[in-house]
């Protein structure tokens, strides 16, 4: 069993910049690839950033490319999001994901078994 909490979600104004975090516990040791999703108000949750086991394997959404950046610590069993710039369409309700070895596509949320209970992101203009 995994389990993961995020937190560092709150209200910025566009432009600005958040943090995200993510604490995994229980069988740490069967997490392989880590990701971030997020779900908007009427939308599908959507891919937003994936991380392999060692910190290779990193891929982002062409809407987030050059803003975000996803990293992890092992040592710590955290996964992060530094987000800088943001606009008012990353508004969302944004989740860690976490999967094992036998994750194929990293940005298909069907991928990953481990999800937490979201943190909510308000970019306001």
């Known amino acids: 069993q995994v389990q993961l909490v995020e937190s560092g979600g709150g209200s910025v104004q566009a432009g600005g910049s958040l943090r995200l975090s993510c604490a995994a516990s229980?069988?740490?040791?069967?997490?392989?690839?880590m990701a971030w999703f997020r779900q908007g108000p009427g939308k599908e949750r959507e891919f937003v950033a994936t991380?392999?086991?060692?910190?290779?394997?990193?891929d982002y959404a062409d809407s987030v490319k050059g803003r975000f950046t996803i990293s992890r610590d092992n040592a710590n069993n955290a996964l992060y999001l530094q987000m800088n710039s943001l606009k008012p369409d990353d508004t969302a309700a944004y989740y860690c994901a976490a999967g094992g070895l036998s994750v194929i596509s990293p940005f298909n949320p069907g991928s990953y078994a481990y999800w937490g209970q979201g943190t909510q992101v308000t970019v306001s203009s």
């Open positions: 229980g069988r740490t040791r069967i997490i392989y690839t």
């Open positions: 991380i392999g086991r060692i910190g290779d394997s990193v």
